[in-house]
């Protein structure tokens, strides 16, 4: 029932800015963890960075100093700040979020967008 949209990819030339943005719908709860992922071909998913309601924010090495990500209010709704891009961060982002009840946790994954990072 939950749905996670994102919006905001695109091209940009490396040294560039770009924002993305997921929007939550359809939950009746705050997820307790929202996020993102990235994932290119033949490569695993990996964590970009997520915002937990309760824990610490936890960036992936390679987007330290550069992302950042920003949960208002620990809504549904969460944005990745991109600075200084770097071609190697082409690839297509994930917003991911969790749910977490007794003995069941629930995952959502927003469909994906393309970034490129390319002159």
């Known amino acids: 029932q939950v749905q996670l949209v994102e919006s905001g990819g695109g091209l940009v030339q490396p040294g560039g800015s770009l924002t993305l943005a997921c929007a939550a719908n359809?939950?009746?709860?705050?997820?307790?963890?929202l996020g993102w992922y990235r994932q290119t071909p033949g490569n695993e998913r990996e964590l970009v960075a997520e915002?937990?309601?309760?824990?610490?924010?936890k960036y992936a090495d390679s987007v330290k100093g550069r992302f950042t990500i920003f949960r208002p209010g620990g809504g549904n709704a969460v944005y990745l700040q991109m600075i200084s891009l770097k071609p190697e961060d082409t690839a297509v982002y994930f917003c991911?979020?969790?749910?977490?009840?007794?003995?069941?946790?629930?995952?959502?994954w927003g469909q994906g967008s393309q970034v490129t990072v390319s002159s």
């Open positions: 991911q979020g969790t749910i977490r009840t007794i003995g069941r946790v629930y995952d959502y």
């Open positions: 359809g939950s009746a709860v705050n997820l307790d963890v």
């Open positions: 915002e937990p309601l309760f824990g610490d924010i």
